[in-house]
């Protein structure tokens, strides 16, 4: 079965650190893109990092730049968020997804995770 499994959330203050983990099963992330992304209540769907393991590309939202480091890890099938100074408008429900192609682009996706809550507090 192909999916994709979060981990990592939690109950933050201000300015503390979390780091969320995706895990990859039934298929190989080295070989696929993959994109953080999180919703917040009321608020739209947000790309938050990007990362392709095959030629270490990576992208940020203006938002994170800075505080979040995405990264992977290929011989355990997983990609890391490292989230630095956090802030309450941080608080959402964090998901990671997986796209065939060379791009985060949520119409090229293919594979969601479930999610994991991150919630910070002031």
């Known amino acids: 079965e192909v999916q994709l499994v979060e981990s990592g959330g939690g109950l933050v203050q201000a300015g503390g650190s979390l780091r969320l983990s995706c895990v990859a099963s039934?298929?190989?992330?080295?070989?696929?893109?993959i994109g953080w992304f999180r919703q917040a209540p009321g608020k739209e769907h947000e790309g938050v990092s990007c990362?392709?393991?095959?030629?270490?590309?990576?992208s940020y939202a203006d938002s994170v730049k800075g505080r979040f480091t995405i990264s992977s890890d290929n011989a355990k099938n997983t990609v890391y968020l490292q989230m630095n100074s956090l802030e309450p408008q941080d608080t959402a429900l964090y998901y990671c997804?997986?796209?065939?192609?060379?791009?985060?682009?949520?119409?090229?996706?293919?594979?969601w995770g479930q999610g994991t809550r991150v919630t910070v507090s002031s």
């Open positions: 997804a997986a796209s065939s192609r060379h791009t985060c682009d949520v119409g090229y996706l293919d594979v």
């Open positions: 039934g298929f190989s992330l080295y070989e696929y893109t």
């Open positions: 990362i392709s393991p095959s030629d270490g590309m990576t």
